[in-house]
């Protein structure tokens, strides 16, 4: 098992950053596959960037290229999130999850390759 606990969100204005982070405990000496998802009221969930094991893959949507960073400290057991410019748009629950992976290069991007979720944490943007 994997436990997984965001910190981080809060409210921001426009043009404003973020720094969202995930601690993860528990089994966390295999190979695993991180993302970052978001849930706005009444839409679906939707995947907002994902890194490998190794740190050397990452995926971002379309949405937030160029304005978020996905990165990853496996000796802390740590995952994080750099947001910046944020658009009221961002505004949602974010969600950490991880999946174990079959080798350290494997990239998850799909929610439901995801086993493992914390429980959220909010992120607001006011224009």
């Known amino acids: 098992q994997v436990q997984l606990v965001e910190s981080g969100g809060g409210s921001v204005q426009a043009g404003g950053s973020l720094r969202l982070s995930c601690a993860a405990s528990?089994?966390?000496?295999?190979?695993?596959?991180m993302g970052w998802f978001r849930q706005a009221p009444g839409q679906e969930r939707e995947v907002v960037a994902a890194i490998n094991w190794i740190g050397g893959s990452t995926y971002y949507a379309d949405s937030v290229k160029g304005r978020f960073t996905i990165s990853r400290d496996n000796a802390k057991n740590t995952l994080s999130l750099q947001m910046n410019s944020l658009k009221p748009e961002d505004t949602a629950v974010y969600y950490c999850?991880?999946?174990?992976?079959?080798?350290?290069?494997?990239?998850?991007?799909?929610?439901?390759?995801?086993?493992?979720w914390g429980r959220g944490t909010q992120v607001t943007v006011s224009s």
């Open positions: 999850a991880a999946r174990i992976a079959p080798d350290g290069t494997y990239l998850a991007t799909v929610g439901d390759e995801y086993v493992y």
């Open positions: 528990g089994r966390t000496f295999r190979h695993y596959s």
